[in-house]
Structures are given as structure tokens and as C-alpha cells.
């Protein structure tokens, strides 16, 4: 099992930034993908940004070259930073993570979700 608490989403104007935080607990975290999912008002939930065990970095093409995708394995943290925030960012995301090898899971359909922090882009 792996725990997830996410932090530091809230209202920001389009065009800024914002940081996102997930505290994993549960399993050795150096061993486990993570990843961020997000999901606006009325839409289906998408991938956002994945971190895979070995450091292998992946994105959406809707967020490349706006957010990264980032881990501390000694302080059990995956961090997103937002930058260049536009209003269609807007949505709850969700901190993910998957403990199986197999990459396409956490691309996909991870195995783990945290309860999500909305993210409010103002235009």
C-alpha cells in the first residue's frame, strides 16, 4: 500500500506559477513511479507528468515545456511545478503512484491516487 497527501494547490492568475507537493508513505520510496493526473470540470481524468523509478521523465504534450516533474527520494516527495499557468490548467490534480515495473501503468492507470488539490487558474 502507498500512501498519498497532496499539497500546495490554490488560486492563481494565468501566467504564474504554483507548486505542487506529494508526501508518499507506504513502501520504499525510491522504488515506486509517481506521477500527477488531473481532472477539470466535466472532463475525464488526464495524465499530467510521470517520474519512473530510474528518473525516466514523462509529460503531456498539453503541459511540455510548462510544468515539471520532480522527486526527492530522501524526503519521500514528488513535486510538480506549474509555470506559465493558463486557465484550461484549472483542475483538481491528483498525486499518483505505481509499484508494478510496468512504465505504461503510471501513464495510465496507476495503481495509487491521493484525494487531489484544485488548482484554480484565473484568466
Known amino acids: 500500500q502507498v500512501q498519498l497527501v497532496e499539497s500546495g494547490g490554490g488560486l492563481v492568475q494565468a501566467g504564474g506559477s504554483l507548486r505542487l507537493s506529494c508526501a508518499a508513505s507506504?513502501?520504499?520510496?525510491?522504488?515506486?513511479?509517481m506521477g500527477w493526473f488531473r481532472q477539470a470540470p466535466g472532463k475525464e481524468r488526464e495524465f499530467v507528468a510521470a517520474?519512473?523509478?530510474?528518473?525516466?521523465?514523462y509529460y503531456a504534450d498539453a503541459v511540455k515545456g510548462r510544468f515539471t516533474i520532480s522527486r526527492d527520494n530522501a524526503k519521500n516527495t514528488v513535486y510538480l511545478q506549474m509555470g506559465n499557468l493558463k486557465p484550461e490548467d484549472t483542475a483538481v490534480y491528483y498525486c499518483?503512484?505505481?509499484?508494478?515495473?510496468?512504465?505504461?501503468?503510471?501513464?495510465?492507470?496507476?495503481?495509487?491516487w491521493g484525494q487531489g488539490t484544485q488548482v484554480t487558474v484565473s484568466s
Open positions: 499518483t503512484a505505481e509499484t508494478s515495473q510496468v512504465l505504461q501503468r503510471i501513464l495510465t492507470a496507476p495503481s495509487y
Open positions: 517520474i519512473s523509478r530510474n528518473g525516466g521523465i
Open positions: 507506504g513502501r520504499t520510496f525510491s522504488s515506486v513511479a
